[in-house]
């Protein structure tokens, strides 16, 4: 079989992203998104040809690629720029000159069946409508390369049918023949016959693979068809297409520099700066798992993988994160060992204990135990928070529940625990806190403990805002007493919760206040269960 020299002939990328990635449902790009689009493409990805297009669809389609050819003629890459357009003698190409386009992707039927069935024409009048649109197009000046539409269908039911067509497009001298597997059908197996079979009988022709995604086999067809003799591939950013999708630029780009001895001139490192913008335009999210692109696929969760890459990148592969603009990060849960919480903390340039940092692991898998999401921004909460907690708690919130709804009194329920006993309570208030805070005060009264005026409340999350984030509170307290001389003094000081409930983060630094106030108080000392106040009480109006 015959394949091109891969020195001379590198692998060429055309991205349809604009024009075939916007047929995903519910997508529709506006032109300012697509000319963003379109130089991200072509000056940072550096993919070879975008396809932007296509003819006689709208005002704001024919608004989009006029934009787009006018920067691109300013920058100096309008070849570079391409549109679809039909077997309609004029009409097609009077849209993309109208529009300042230079390239005509010429959409035939590459089967028999669509031919007849869909057109209604025979092979004979539908070759006669594709020459008579290429003649007009080559007056206008127009670079001309043909879409065999179902061609792999038809090269496997009706071979004679494509070999007239693709003859005729030879005599025309078309610049490439598009290859689509419209349906995504094929095989890895059945696109190295297929696609072998047209570069052995055509070995002058350009041919190029246009995969759709319907079995998840397009990038390992494009490898075949690359391998099998095809002098390029036809890409969409995050796999956006029809269905399944098309070819995923990220995953073929990565497999053929990785897997073949072929290159492209795509710039890697720009891919997942595409892909996001994409994201952003489409609406569409990417899967935390997809590959290259993917949220997740950086990143590391089981404690021994993080201690292997600690151990010289035990669990490394080519796929490097930096290679395509982006870091390896260590997930914080369940599943975290020392390792993964070192690398976190070296990111962070802070260092720790051996007894602090086992602190601080103890208390993420604690975290990831019920299930609560750890990023590494939440680490300096987690660890502000665990290295603030009292090592003996005095004082316990046991227990809590706040019913809060638009049409009754917000009200809550708290068992507080001290020295071996438990003091349930419950008030109303006029926020959820608030009647938490009023049944704290009547569960701590009877230990005689008082408790502060609450001075502020703030929360917040780390930067990125998820609702799931981690939550910090910072409750600051007043507090009055007595000093030394009898006199009334008063001292403010803060407490801190975090938690990725911002009602329990709040529960959290209430409780460290608890044990605040009985620090301040002596540790304890002095203060008497409510049933031994009420004894001597009982004892003192006896004496009257």
Known sequence: MSQPDRDSHPIAVMDTTLRDGEQTPNVSYTPEEKLQLAR???NDVEVDRIEIASTRVSEGEAEAAAGITAWARKARVLQRVEMLGYSDGDLSVDWITGVGGKVLNLLTKGSEKHCVQQLGL???QHRAKVEQTIRYARRKRLVVNVYLEDWS???RESFDYVFALVQLLRELRVARVYLPDTLGILDPEGVTRYVGLMTQTWPAVDFEFHAHNDYSLAAANCLAAVRAGARGVH???????????????????AALHDHTDYRTGVNESRLFAVSRMVETFSGKDTAANTPIVGRDVFTQTAGIHADGDAKGDLYASRLLPNRFGRTRSYALGKLSGKASLDHNLEALGIELSDADRDLVLKRIIELGDKKHHVSPEDLPFIITDVLKTPTHQ??????????VSSDETPRAEVTVAYQGRLEKAEAQGDGGYDSLMNAVRKAAKAFELEVPRLDDFRSRIPPGGRTGALVETVITWRREFLDARGKKAHETFSTLGVDSDQLAAAVIATEKMLNAVLSRAGTGAGIKPRGRRKKKARKRGTRK
């Open 40 to 42: 991200l493409l072509l």
């Open 153 to 155: 269908t038809g090269v």
């Open 235 to 253: 890409t969409s950013v995050n796999s956006m297409g029809e269905r399944a999708g098309n070819t995923c630029l990220a995953e073929v780009v």
């Open 122 to 124: 025979t092979p004979a």
């Open 394 to 403: 005095l004082v316990r919130i046991e227990s809590w529940r706040v019913f």
